[in-house]
C-alpha cells in the first residue's frame, strides 16, 4: 500500500480481513507521494477487505494528523 508523507501527516493504522492493525507512521520532514510503506502476507485468492484507519496520533515531529492512502497494489 502506497501512502503520501510530510510533516503535517500522522499515523494510520492498516488492517486485513478484519485481523490485527499495524501502524504506519506517514511523517517525513519533506513531502513524497507514492511511497510504499505497507505490505501484508501473501493472501488467498478471492475478495479481501483493506482497512486504514486515521488514528489521530502522530509522531512527536510532525505538526499534524492527516492520513493519505495514495494507492493498493495486487498482484495476479
Known amino acids: ?7 503535517h501527516h500522522g499515523i494510520a493504522a492498516v488492517s486485513v480481513d478484519g485481523g490485527p492493525e499495524s501502524t ?3 511523517y517525513r520532514a519533506t513531502r513524497a507521494e507514492q511511497q ?5 502476507a501473501e ?6 477487505t483493506v ?3 486515521v488514528t489521530g496520533t502522530r509522531n512527536a515531529a510532525s505538526t499534524g494528523t492527516v ?3 495514495d494507492r493498493v497494489d495486487v498482484p495476479r
Open 36 to 40: 510504499a510503506l505497507y505490505t501484508s
Open 67 to 69: 492520513v493519505t492512502a
Open 43 to 48: 493472501l488467498p485468492a478471492g475478495s479481501h
Open 51 to 53: 482497512r486504514v484507519r
Open 24 to 26: 504506519v507512521d506517514l
Open 1 to 7: 500500500m502506497y501512502f503520501t508523507v510530510a510533516a
